[in-house]
């Protein structure tokens, strides 16, 4: 694409709009592993092809650098009981000391804490710069009494502390129905918190 190009009449937020868009995440952006340290931690490097669109010409690769580099996706998948798949999604080379937005996306009914939130954990420790956290989940009520009430309890105070040890992280967006207690916790943070009842993210076959 020329300089020259009606393309770059447009306002810059018109182009970042249209960048946004083209780099939506898909089904088949994402690598599943059943080992995500080996894959993505632990030194690893792992890396998808740069968007088509930005490779076009120097200004749009400038232009696009920035959202490219600087986010990536987090999905969690089980399948039975043990098979724990957990994936990402990125343009390029996925660094974790470069992201500024992740997305978290748990499509599951039961919260699985033991399945993904370690993991998460050590992610959030190698990204010391996010400062947006996309996360797209509706997670069925646990009831506060009794044992699973118990430990229901001790893991989303985990889930909260990971969230609350990124210094940087400063606006928090949630798309699902979570629970009142939740909001509640929220509400005693310095995040902005932006609430969506509806789901973002459509597994296939979902309506």
């Known amino acids: 694409m020329q300089a020259s190009s009606p393309f770059f009449s447009l306002p810059s937020e018109v182009r970042d709009r249209i960048y946004d868009f083209y780099l939506t995440y898909d089904h088949g952006d994402f690598g599943d592993s059943l080992q995500p340290h080996q894959l993505y931690l632990d030194g690893a490097v792992y890396s998808q092809p740069l968007p088509a669109l930005m490779r076009t010409c120097k200004r749009i690769y400038e232009e696009m650098s920035p959202i490219v580099h600087g986010q990536a996706a987090m999905r969690i998948e089980i399948r039975g009981r043990v098979d724990r798949?957990?994936?990402?999604?990125?343009?390029g080379t996925l660094r974790f000391d470069r992201l500024r937005k992740l997305w978290l996306l748990?499509?599951?009914?039961y919260p699985n804490w033991n399945q993904w939130l370690y993991f998460f954990g050590d992610v959030v420790r190698h990204?010391?710069?996010?400062?947006v956290l996309i996360l797209d989940w509706t997670p069925r009520p646990v009831p506060e009494h009794g044992w699973s009430g118990r430990v229901n309890a001790k893991k989303e105070a985990e889930f909260f502390e990971i969230i609350e040890s990124l210094k940087e992280l400063?606006?928090?967006?949630?798309?699902?129905?979570?629970?009142a207690r939740w909001i509640d916790r929220?509400?005693?943070s310095e995040l902005r918190i932006v609430r969506h009842r509806s789901r973002w993210w459509?597994?296939?076959?979902?309506?």
């Open 186 to 188: 929220l509400k005693g």
């Open 127 to 131: 990204t010391p710069n996010l400062k």
């Open 202 to 207: 459509r597994e296939p076959g979902d309506p």
């Open 106 to 109: 748990i499509p599951l009914e």
């Open 85 to 91: 798949r957990i994936g990402f999604a990125v343009h």
């Open 170 to 179: 400063h606006t928090f967006v949630i798309y699902g129905d979570v629970s």
